[in-house]
């Protein structure tokens, strides 16, 4: 059974720099590119970043361009999403995810504003504050 564990959020004050890690199970990461995308409330889930299967290929919001990182080991199973330049608009709860191939095949990544979501973990919380 596919499963994805997020974990590494916390508070931390603006400016500040969080890795958030993505471990999954049940399957072969590799064979799949993995989503982030964050949901505060009251607001609507919002697309952070991607990284294709061979982890050559990756795409951000614009919100956050130049600040997150996505990388991947595929020999740990894990993704992971290195946030520099933390800002308080950045908190949010943090959810790794797969995507369901209405845009593209598993490996590769759909456009970062898409809403194709398919299985994702419990997410993490990251909190922006002075």
């Known amino acids: 059974q596919l499963q994805l564990v997020e974990s590494g959020g916390g508070l931390v004050q603006p400016g500040g720099s969080l890795r958030l890690s993505c471990a999954a199970s049940g399957f072969t990461l590799d064979a799949y590119a993995i989503r982030w995308f964050r949901k505060a409330p009251g607001q609507e889930r919002e697309g952070v970043s991607c990284i294709n299967g061979r982890g050559d290929s990756t795409n951000y919001a614009n919100s956050v361009k130049g600040r997150f990182a996505v990388s991947r080991d595929n020999a740990k199973n894990t993704v992971y999403l290195q946030m520099t330049s933390l800002k308080p608009e950045d908190t949010a709860v943090y959810y790794c995810?797969?995507?369901?191939?209405?845009?593209?095949?598993?490996?590769?990544?759909?456009?970062?504003?898409?809403?194709?979501?398919?299985?994702w973990g419990q997410g993490t919380q990251v909190i922006v504050s002075s």
């Open positions: 995810s797969t995507h369901g191939r209405s845009w593209t095949s598993l490996g590769s990544c759909p456009p970062v504003w898409s809403d194709d979501f398919a299985s």
